[in-house]
């Protein structure tokens, strides 16, 4: 597979993103870990959250954190040393439920409390939301008018890929503009690299886990020098710690969970030296820019680079 030579690094600037939450909040553990539990369970996600912020000060890497509200309501000095240390302050709603398990009204008030306890909690304007599961898809994009009416800028929930839980396979793999009755807002998409018909992923989670790095290092290396665009990469707290309690659950699940937990640490130190990384919201921020020059007809076409 290509690669770059040794010691040299690409001129594109990717965004690396981090979900936080501990890993009993994960969407694989419903029905397995009653939520009145949670708060009987030993928490995990401040140190890990600490350990990935002492890697990225290694690698001078500034990222963003999506952060579970109810992380940020329980920990908000969390929130402040992530703030504090230069990265952004992101949303990752606040109970961590798929959205097409709500209501807009219940949704609505996850993701109204979620970004108020965030700001209170790191003094900084929260502009950007990922939801639990990438769980916007073609039945739930009514959430998109949500998120514009409670004062979130962008979006980074949509997965152009097919999934059991989430997914929506036709949309583009890029930044692109969504108007909707509420207004527009800039979606950020889980990259992939498309090979033929199929978008497949290639930048984060169970995928840099599971797969072998080289996976992950061709398919960014595709997209930043072929296509000549930034991936979006992602992880959770909970994936670089190996140590975590056991959950009994399916064998399915427990693959998707704990596979590789050991190797993540080791390959996303690999992965900030093969590649250069910023914040999500330094990519939105080159949308806009390149908006400023558009003629004002391009804002309502779907798609913006």
């Known amino acids: 597979?290509?690669?770059?030579?040794?010691?040299?690094?690409?001129?594109?600037?990717?965004?690396?993103?981090?979900?936080?939450?501990?890993?009993?909040?994960?969407?694989?553990?419903?029905?397995?870990?009653?939520?009145?539990?949670?708060?009987?369970?030993?928490?995990?996600?401040?140190?890990?959250?600490?350990?990935?912020?002492?890697?990225?000060?290694?690698?001078?890497?500034?990222?963003?954190?999506?952060?579970?509200?109810?992380?940020?309501e329980q920990f908000p000095?969390?929130?402040?040393?992530?703030?504090?240390?230069?990265?952004?302050?992101a949303s990752h709603g606040y109970a961590h439920r798929l959205i097409y398990d709500q209501t807009s009204t219940a949704f609505r008030a996850d993701v109204s409390r979620a970004k108020t306890l965030l700001e209170d909690a790191c003094g900084c304007r929260v502009a950007g939301y990922r939801a639990p599961s990438y769980s916007i898809t073609p039945r739930s994009l009514w959430a998109l008018d949500v998120l514009l009416e409670e004062g979130y800028q962008y979006d980074s929930s949509i997965f152009p890929i097919r999934h059991d839980r989430y997914g929506i396979p036709v949309s583009e793999r890029w930044p692109y503009i969504v108007q909707r009755n509420a207004g527009s807002l800039i979606e950020v998409p889980a990259s992939t690299t498309s090979v033929g018909p199929m978008n497949l992923p290639i930048a984060g989670g169970g995928y840099f886990r599971i797969l072998p790095y080289w996976w992950a290092k061709w398919g960014i290396s595709r997209v930043n020098r072929i296509e000549q665009r930034p991936v979006v990469f992602y992880l959770h707290p909970w994936e670089i710690d190996p140590g975590q309690p056991r959950v009994k659950t399916s064998q399915l699940s427990a693959f998707r969970h704990y596979r590789n937990l050991g190797q993540t640490e080791a390959r996303l130190r690999q992965l900030l030296m093969d590649f250069r990384f910023g914040t999500v919201e330094s990519l939105v921020f080159q949308v806009r820019q390149s908006l400023k020059g558009e003629a004002a007809e391009s804002l309502a076409l779907p798609y913006c680079w």
Not at 77 to 89: D, N, P, T, Y
């Open 1 to 72: 597979m290509s690669g770059f030579a040794p010691g040299a690094r690409p001129r594109i600037v990717n965004a690396i993103s981090v979900d936080v939450e501990d890993y009993y909040h994960v969407s694989v553990f419903d029905g397995v870990l009653p939520r009145a539990e949670w708060p009987k369970l030993e928490s995990r996600v401040c140190a890990n959250t600490e350990r990935l912020l002492d890697i990225f000060d290694e690698y001078a890497v500034r990222g963003t954190f999506f952060v579970l509200g109810l992380v940020g």
């Open 77 to 89: 000095g969390l929130v402040r040393s992530i703030a504090s240390r230069g990265h952004e302050v």
